[in-house]
């Protein structure tokens, strides 16, 4: 009797191709925003056949979010101990190179995570973070290793974050020097000196719209945007949850009316701190500050905008989209007349590999905001750039 043809042409690794596949979907759609019906399209099989690998979508995911920080520790694991820090950061930055489709899971969707699955993955990214923080230690005797070390991550996990074409190997090589730029820096000595940044406040709530979207906010970036309910916001208020129909038709126009009044404040900061000075050093120091100061005075804002984007119908993100590539256009200008070595995609690419400092040390530091820690992290974020 012949053998099953169905089993004989299913592949062995077949749950390894299910979880390579939902990676980048979970990273790019957002986990509830993901289905899986999509990702068993990505691999050519039924929806049927993934649950017979897979019980539920949430399984699925928690084994991709663990199999993104194993492949960390896998790599700063296979380099020997007495191994220079160099050689460490770039075993970190190749992994994240070659996986930045999936980089955003961690980064942003592993708050989906339950509470326990969450502890076992920051665990294991912690033994990431211990090892190259010990090589910063070696190396620089800073006594903020530790911040250094997670910054400079941050430098390195930042290709996540974008959409940069650039080849594999150049974006090694870019970001292994933005993360050695950050690792170098001492943020105990805040080289960069005290910077005065005059930041727009954030508008007062004074019409009943307002203050639903001041309310919003908070429990957006505390439980994710796709757990908060309308009641949940009405009741924030002092509404009924049909009072909150009247000024915005569902929940996801209170998103969109957040990312708007996120990149609506930074432009504003941005184009103060850029028209006050000529010298493209300067001017990135400034925006580096202004930066990290608007990221500390709006923490939830901030959060909701850069975690939740990515869940936003195409049309609706677009705008959204255009208002970050005329900032990091800014960046870029600047960074390019400062280091005329550089070509336009290396320049974006270390943008953001400042931008992903910000979020890691902001994190690190549980954005307790204080002059001492802005100035921190703005040295850091200038250490990425590869300035001095």
Known sequence: MSADPVAETRPRNRRQLI???????FSERGYHAASMGEIAAEVGISAAALYRH????YALFAECATITVNRLVEAVDGVPPEAGLPELLHAVTRVAVAHRAEGGLY?????????????????????VVGRVTEAVRREHATPLAELSAVSALGAIGS????????????AEDVLLSSALGVAATDPAERTCGPRS????ARPEPRTRRAEILAAAVPLFARDGFAKVTNGQIAEAVGL???AIYRHYPTKMDILVAACLQAAELLAQAVGRSVDATADPHEALATLAATYVAYSFEHTALTGVAEAEVIGLPHELREPLVRAQRDHIAVWERQLLLARSELDPRQARVLVHAGF?????????????????????VTALVIGALGLT
């Open 240 to 242: 009924v949850p049909s």
């Open 107 to 127: 980064r942003w969707e592993a708050r989906y995570l339950d509470r326990e699955d969450r502890r076992l993955l920051r665990a294991e990214f912690a033994r």
């Open 159 to 170: 290709i996540s974050m974008h959409r940069v074409s650039i080849a594999q190997r150049r």
């Open 19 to 25: 979880v390579e596949a939902a990676g980048p979907v």
């Open 356 to 376: 992903g400092v910000v979020v890691e040390a902001g994190r690190a530091v549980h954005w307790r905001d204080t002059p001492e820690q802005r100035s921190s």
């Open 54 to 57: 897979f019980p539920n979508k």
């Open 197 to 200: 940044v005059e930041l727009p």
